[in-house]
């Protein structure tokens, strides 16, 4: 059933208009003379000011593989990250470590880590998934480039953000 | 002694409409967007340049850069035709408009023509051709529609415009837009009357229909510049863009550099007709006629009034922009002839009787 809403029956001065103008003029200079006292919060200047120092703790940025303490590149290369990449963001080719190598009990490191960063989802299974502890999400998200190429992201680069990680899995150390 | 006139009008035409119009024009675009913004508790383009101040410059190195597109089931000749004819106009207005008293013994006026006011409406209402044209050319519904609106709109609205002004003249006696604000900077603003002769009770009554050609005229400038909330010829809801629809690059730079010099011309009429244009309130440093001389400094004085008054106006017109919606086309029309033409006509006939009464 159609419900007819009455029009509001409008006062001689409110038929002239100029009362209403000049209500919503006190609303918009209101706000206008609010900002030019710099009394509104406003949207972050991004790249003056960044978010970095409250990102959380569980914060999912980009991949990066780490060394442990004695510069071993703790990635043995077992593919299961490529594996289980959703979008097939990583390229893994493994090599064999030479026998007179110092960690040539560790057997496999990769040759070529390429992470393609135009296809990573930022979803973190290679980090869940590593049994190295070898890659880590880092909080860096700023991830741009001009060309495709310049957005795969390959071991050098990936061991430049991650850096060195101390602890968490010693069963290659020279004690065991 | 004619070089010497026509070198100094040339210079006029070019400081006036070149280095100040035109730069004003591209301001008012980034103050639009500055206050707009901070209406609404945004920021605002704040990155090129000191406060975003150098945002007019990229914007018109984008237009000059970006292609310039013609569609193909276009009338080439008018739609060429019209950006010009609608940017021309609002430029030559400035012609008539006082920017100063005087400055190396030269009125600052480009063209000291005793029909101001109507020459100001005469080629203002040129513009409405560019947009007829526009939307004509362009082929196609939405640019159309906005034109049709356009057409109607502006030839109801002049008709109030032109009537609104006459109880101005009917009380100066005068049609020198340089002499009517001389007078008002003797004897008190029009809508100001607090010194001179205007401190009486003829200056006060007389005050009461300039009140209202002033809201009747500056509505209608409103509505002649297509701005909120009479903006229905581009109403983006509607009509896409409006009149403008099928143009790019710099031919729609120059519909949307046209519509801001009319808004600057306006704003200037409407200082120089009811603001006192470039006197300072109170009579301070007014000289004693329209010939006398002017000191230096008294004469940049009175530009900068001038040009303060404008930028104050200017900011009006963007809080109003930023505040009213827009009117549906009937209400729009009704306005404009039911009320606005009765009540400009009403105005005529009261200040009439205001001034026999009061000889």
């Given at each position: 059933m159609a419900i007819v809403v009455d029009r509001p029956k409008l006062k001689w001065w409110e038929h002239l208009y100029l009362p209403a103008l000049a209500k919503g003029l006190r609303i918009t200079l209101g706000h206008f003379f609010k900002m030019l006292r710099g009394n509104t919060k406003v949207t972050m200047q991004y790249p003056e000011e960044k978010w970095d120092a409250n990102l959380p703790d569980h914060y999912r940025g980009a991949p990066a593989l780490v060394t442990d303490e004695q510069e071993?590149?703790?990635?043995?290369?077992?593919q299961l990250c490529e594996f289980i990449c959703p979008p097939r963001a990583i390229t893994i080719k493994p090599e064999e470590i030479p026998s007179?190598?110092?960690?040539?009990?560790?057997e496999k490191r990769p040759k070529v880590f390429d992470i393609d960063m135009i296809r990573c989802?930022?979803?973190?299974f290679c980090e869940e998934v590593c049994p190295e502890q070898a890659i880590y999400l880092r909080?860096?998200?700023?991830?741009?480039?001009?060309?495709r190429e310049e957005m795969v992201h390959d071991k050098e680069k990936l061991y430049e953000i991650g850096g060195v990680r101390v602890g968490l899995v010693n069963k290659w150390n020279a004690l065991k | 002694m004619d070089w010497y006139i026509i070198l100094a009008a040339t210079i006029k035409i070019v400081v006036f409409v070149f280095l100040v119009t035109l730069p004003l024009v591209a301001m008012s675009v980034w103050a639009e967007r500055r206050v707009s913004a901070a209406i609404q508790d945004r920021v605002g383009p704040?990155?090129?340049?000191p406060a975003g101040l150098l945002q007019p410059v990229a914007d018109g190195i984008k237009f000059l850069l970006k292609e310039d597109f013609t569609p193909n089931?276009?009338?080439k000749t008018y739609y060429w035709l019209a950006p010009a004819l609608t940017m021309i106009p609002s430029l030559l207005t400035?012609?008539?408009?006082?920017?100063?008293?005087?400055l190396f013994g030269e009125k600052m006026v480009i063209a000291d023509l005793d029909v101001g006011p109507l020459f100001v409406f005469a080629v203002a209402s040129l513009t409405v051709y560019g947009i007829v044209l526009a939307g004509w050319a362009s082929n196609s519904k939405y640019p159309f529609l906005g034109s049709v609106r356009s057409t109607s709109q502006m030839i109801s609205y002049e008709i109030s415009l032109g009537l609104s002004i006459v109880p101005l003249l009917m009380i100066?006696?005068?049609?020198n837009l340089g002499h009517i604000v001389m007078e008002q900077a003797q004897n008190?603003?029009?809508?100001?009357?607090?010194?001179?002769?205007?401190?009486?009770i003829k200056g006060w009554l007389l005050s009461i229909p300039l009140f209202i050609s002033f809201v009747v005229f500056t509505t209608s400038m409103f509505a002649e510049t297509n701005?909120?909330?009479?903006?229905?010829?581009?109403c983006e809801t509607e009509l896409?863009?409006?009149?403008?629809?099928e143009y790019s690059s710099m031919k729609f730079a120059l519909f949307f550099l046209g519509e801001y010099a009319a808004m600057i011309i306006g704003s200037g009429l409407a200082v120089t007709l009811?603001?006192?244009?470039w006197s300072l309130p109170?009579?301070?440093?007014?000289?004693?006629?329209?010939?006398a001389e002017v000191p230096f400094w008294h004469g940049l004085i009175h530009l900068g009034a001038f040009f303060a008054k404008v930028i104050l106006f200017i900011l009006f017109f963007i809080a109003v922009r930023w505040t009213l919606p827009r009117f549906r086309y009937d209400q729009l029309m009704r306005l404009g002839w039911v009320v606005f033409f009765e009540l400009a006509l009403a105005n005529v006939i009261l200040t009439a009787l205001l001034l026999m009464w009061l000889k």
């Open positions: 071993r590149e703790r990635c043995v290369a077992c007179d190598d110092k960690w040539a009990k560790v989802i930022y979803c973190g909080k860096d998200y700023a991830i741009t480039g001009t060309s | 704040n990155r090129v340049g089931h276009v009338r400035c012609a008539v408009i006082p920017f100063g008293s005087k100066y006696g005068e049609l008190g603003w029009a809508l100001l009357p607090l010194w001179g002769d205007g401190l009486s701005r909120l909330p009479f903006d229905l010829p581009e896409v863009a409006g009149y403008h629809t009811f603001f006192g244009g109170f009579g301070w440093l007014t000289p004693e006629s329209v010939d």
